[in-house]
C-alpha cells in the first residue's frame, strides 16, 4: 500500500513562504499527473496546482505568479514553493498522486497564514 507523506506546513505571516513536500513510499510507475489541492474550513478542496507526466502545470487562479509546483519523477516526490502568502490561503493541503487505476492522497498538511 503506497501512503503520501506530505511535510513542510506551518505558521507563517503574510507575504511570508513555506515549501511543501510529498514523498510517496514506494515507486509508483506509470504517474498521469501530480497535484497540489487545499481546503479551508466549511468549503470544498479546491485544485491549487498540478502537473503532469509531461511537465505541463496548471494552476489555480488565485495561486497563480505565487505558487510553483515541481516534482522529482526519480523520487515520486511532489513540491509546491508558495511565495507571498495571504491569509486566505490558509487551509490544509494535500498532495495526490494519480497513477490510473489509482489515485493516492496525502493525509493533509496545515498551512496557516496570519494578517
Known amino acids: 500500500q503506497v501512503q503520501l507523506v506530505e511535510s513542510g506546513g506551518g505558521l507563517v505571516q503574510a507575504g511570508g513562504s513555506l515549501r511543501l513536500s510529498c514523498a510517496a513510499s514506494?515507486?509508483?510507475?506509470?504517474?498521469?499527473?501530480m497535484g497540489w489541492y487545499r481546503q479551508a474550513p466549511g468549503k470544498q478542496r479546491e485544485l491549487v496546482a498540478a502537473i503532469t507526466s509531461g511537465g505541463s502545470t496548471n494552476y489555480a487562479d488565485s495561486v497563480k505568479g505565487r505558487f510553483t509546483i515541481s516534482r522529482s519523477i526519480a523520487l515520486n516526490t511532489v513540491y509546491l514553493q508558495m511565495n507571498s502568502l495571504k491569509p486566505e490561503d490558509t487551509a490544509v493541503y494535500f498532495c495526490?498522486?494519480?497513477?490510473?487505476?489509482?489515485?493516492?492522497w496525502g493525509q493533509g498538511t496545515q498551512v496557516t497564514v496570519s494578517s
Open positions: 514506494a515507486s509508483i510507475f506509470s504517474i498521469n499527473t
Open positions: 495526490n498522486i494519480a497513477s490510473w487505476p489509482y489515485d493516492y
